[in-house]
């Protein structure tokens, strides 16, 4: 058995084709659109947010600032960028990505690799909730800046909010494609805006910069304890965002989404920051409204529309970040089959899930009008993502042990120094549970319980088809004693299980013991790399009597196209008949047994409705509907 090479075989109709190089420089503007959206556009609500739950005088403006720099300090320069972005799965990474780098691992016990398994996934799950908040917060914060212009409208932010997610969502089928290439000049423009407003108040009110040492988030911490403890979950807000530029770091590389932070990023939110805290200190009556009281008032629309265009391009972000999340479940086999679009031919990362962007902005525009500002949103926002950079921080000190062989003496210290900034700022967060925080934790929790039912359903599923099938030895043998007769044409099964014979192929025999002249046993495998070149796309094996193996393989990010992998084993076997391919597709209905307990009884009623839901196998492999024969079965697990 071997993989087939196919050198010379030209551009291929599977979007897998390597990326051509651009300029450091130029892939570094086009980061700043894509990654740093979120994390760009905090300076809307965080400041703000955080000196709501203190008294606005110089010790709370200095330990508040001076909290915010060493966060992005600690957690984002010396975290993410320079120890979490090391752990790529082939220059992709993410919560799932670092999950599939523990895959691999020898000796470590089923338990311990269960365990890791669960919590990387609630990470996951998690992440669905954070796509619910961020558009929802972003643009809201963008659009209350039209009551620093006119009080008397403030009545028309929550209509205004909800038309502009509306569109943004509507448009998702369309793909990005197009309007991307603006997104790096955009935020460019952004950063470099708020930069001068608050280096402004900073020329003027220097004394701010003093928070530029820890010294006074320690000061603040030790005089105002109860307050910090609030606080913090608000600072956090300045973070956030974190998660999604390790998990878009395959669209740029390592060196392009660094120099974006370091060079650009970085130094415009510390000056923006420290601009607001500089406001406040001239004058507590802005403590309200930090961010737009930077603009004098002919400058405040120009600002409200560059903000809202700002909020809109963080909100597409993560928007596609939950898009790319769910396709990298579906394929690791964590998430029921969902249609997916891809949306341009160039790049695989370009899709669009029609399921995923009907939740969220139903889910989205239900929360602005819950919620109704900013600041009440601020409550339920950051749990979700504290959660998550506690999970990351775990799974990260078992790669850098099991997977990087580093001594797990030098690696347990600073690891236990970032988990607990981690738990300091989740602790924090969950003073919030109460306010709105339970709810991304509650999606979570939902989206992770679908998760495990449609992946235990599955495996349970498999077990009890092998147990009543019948393996392939034994079956070849059967054949070479009857004469069964063999039509023209090709046959292709579909299989999840092998050395079993596909449950279609038995349940096509018994009922009409007729073959086709060619069989392939066609099975789909998922690697745990993000992409399988297309060159070692196929695993062939000839069984004998015109039957034969082909397994098909596509990393995590990439979507399955049977019709195009039979293209390419045409292209090693002239005797393959393309044109008279007939796919046959087993379909399983699933009936919940009446005897188990009630957990069990529930979970399986659940994964009978996900079965019932999910999309059929005709579509998510792209199979020409004409040519497909679908069996069907009742199945009690």
């Given at each position: 058995?071997?993989?087939?090479d196919f ?26 659109g894509?990654?740093y959206g979120d ?10 947010t ?9 010790m709370?403006?200095?330990g ?12 984002v ?7 979490v ?5 082939n220059?992709e ?13 020898r000796?470590?016990s089923?338990r311990?690799?269960?365990v ?6 609630f990470?996951?799950a998690?992440?669905?909730?954070d796509?619910?908040?961020t ?14 212009i ?5 009545d028309?932010v929550?209509p ?10 509507s ?16 935020m ?5 805006v708020?930069?001068l407003?608050?280096?402004?108040q ?21 005089a ?20 999604a ?5 395959g669209h740029f ?14 130094p ?6 420290f601009?607001?805290?500089?406001l ?18 002919f400058?405040r629309?120009?600002?409200v ?18 898009f ?5 479940a579906v394929?690791?086999g964590?998430?029921?089959r ?5 949306t341009?031919?160039?790049?695989t990362?370009?899709?669009y899930?029609?399921a995923?962007n ?11 009008l819950?919620?109704?500002?900013s ?14 950079m506690?999970?990351t921080?775990?799974?990260?000190y ?5 997977r ?5 003496r030098?690696?347990l ?9 981690d738990l ?5 967060n969950?003073?919030?549970?109460m ?7 509650a ?7 679908i998760?495990?039912?449609?992946a235990?359903?599955?495996?349970r599923l ?7 099938g ?5 079956f ?10 063999r039509v023209p044409?090709?046959a292709?099964f579909?299989?999840?299980s092998?050395?079993?014979v596909?449950p ?5 025999f ?14 789909v ?5 993000p992409k399988?070149n297309?060159?070692q796309?196929l695993?062939?094996?000839d069984?004998?009597?015109?039957f034969s ?9 990439q979507s399955p196209n049977?019709p195009?992998?039979?293209?390419l084993l045409?292209?090693i ?8 391919v007939?796919?046959f597709?087993?379909?399983?209905t699933i009936i919940?047994s ?5 957990l ?6 659940l994964f009978a409705?996900l079965?019932?839901?999910a999309?059929?196998?005709t ?5 020409p ?6 069996l069907?079965?009742q199945?009690?697990?």
């Amino acid at each position: 058995m071997g993989r087939a090479d196919f050198s010379g075989g030209g551009t291929l109709a599977t979007g897998q084709d390597e990326k051509q190089p651009a300029g450091l420089a130029a892939l570094s503007v086009s980061a700043l659109g894509i990654v740093y959206g979120d994390i760009g556009t905090s300076p809307l609500y965080a400041f703000r947010t955080a000196l709501g739950r203190a008294t606005p005088d110089e010790m709370s403006v200095l330990g508040i600032l001076s909290m915010i720099v060493w966060s992005l300090v600690i957690v984002v320069s010396l975290k993410y960028l320079l120890l979490v972005m090391r752990a790529d799965n082939n220059g992709e990474g993410g919560v799932l990505a670092l999950l599939a780098l523990l895959q691999p691992w020898r000796g470590a016990s089923r338990r311990g690799k269960g365990v890791l398994l669960v919590i990387g996934l609630f990470g996951a799950a998690l992440l669905y909730g954070d796509g619910m908040i961020t558009p929802a917060i972003s643009v809201l914060s963008a659009v209350e800046g039209i009551q620093t212009i006119e009080p008397t409208i403030s009545d028309f932010v929550v209509p205004i909010t909800i038309v502009i997610l509306l569109g943004l969502f509507s448009v998702q089928w369309r793909g990005t494609a197009r309007v991307a290439v603006l997104f790096g000049p955009v935020m460019l423009v952004w950063f470099l805006v708020i930069a001068l407003l608050g280096l402004a108040q900073i020329i003027q009110h220097p004394v701010v910069l003093k928070a530029l040492s820890p010294l006074y988030a320690v000061e603040f911490g030790i005089a105002r304890p109860g307050v910090t403890a609030m606080v913090m979950g608000a600072v956090f807000l300045a973070v956030t965002g974190c998660e999604a530029l390790y998990a878009d770091m395959g669209h740029f590389g390592r060196p392009p989404i660094r120099l974006a932070w370091f060079a650009c990023v970085f130094p415009c939110l510390v000056i923006n920051y420290f601009g607001q805290g500089a406001l406040v200190l001239s004058d507590s009556a802005h403590a309200g409204q930090t961010f737009y009281g930077l603009a004098p008032g002919f400058l405040r629309i120009p600002l409200v529309l560059l903000a809202t265009a700002a909020t809109i391009i963080a909100s597409q972000a993560v928007i596609s970040g939950a898009f790319s999340l769910t396709r990298q479940a579906v394929q690791l086999g964590q998430f029921p089959r969902v249609e997916i679009r891809q949306t341009s031919a160039e790049e695989t990362g370009q899709i669009y899930v029609p399921a995923i962007n009907l939740f969220l902005a139903v889910s989205t525009v239900a929360l602005v009008l819950a919620f109704r500002s900013s600041e009440n949103l601020a409550a339920a926002y950051g749990i979700a993502v504290s959660t998550t950079m506690v999970i990351t921080t775990i799974l990260l000190y078992f790669v850098m042990v099991y997977r990087w062989k580093w001594k797990a003496r030098f690696v347990l210290p600073l690891i236990l120094c970032l988990a607990l900034i981690d738990l300091t700022f989740l602790a924090a967060n969950s003073l919030k549970i109460m306010e709105g925080g339970w709810l991304p934790l509650a999606v979570g929790a939902g989206i992770f319980v679908i998760m495990r039912t449609w992946a235990s359903g599955r495996g349970r599923l498999i077990t009890y088809l092998n147990r009543n099938g019948q393996y392939m030895d034994a079956f070849l043998d059967e054949l070479r004693h009857k004469n069964v007769p063999r039509v023209p044409g090709t046959a292709v099964f579909l299989t999840a299980s092998l050395p079993h014979v596909p449950p279609a192929l038995l349940h096509q025999f018994w009922h009409l013991p007729v073959l086709h002249e060619r069989i392939i046993l066609l099975h789909v495998e998922s690697e745990e790399v993000p992409k399988v070149n297309a060159r070692q796309r196929l695993e062939v094996k000839d069984l004998g009597q015109n039957f034969s193996v082909v397994h098909a393989h596509y990393g995590f990010m990439q979507s399955p196209n049977i019709p195009v992998a039979l293209r390419l084993l045409g292209e090693i076997d002239d005797s393959l008949d393309l044109d008279h391919v007939t796919y046959f597709v087993g379909h399983e209905t699933i009936i919940p047994s009446q005897d188990a307990f009630f957990l069990r009884r529930w979970r399986e009623k659940l994964f009978a409705v996900l079965t019932r839901n999910a999309v059929r196998a005709t579509a998510f492999y792209k199979l020409p509907p004409e040519k497909v024969v679908e069996l069907g079965m009742q199945i009690e697990i």
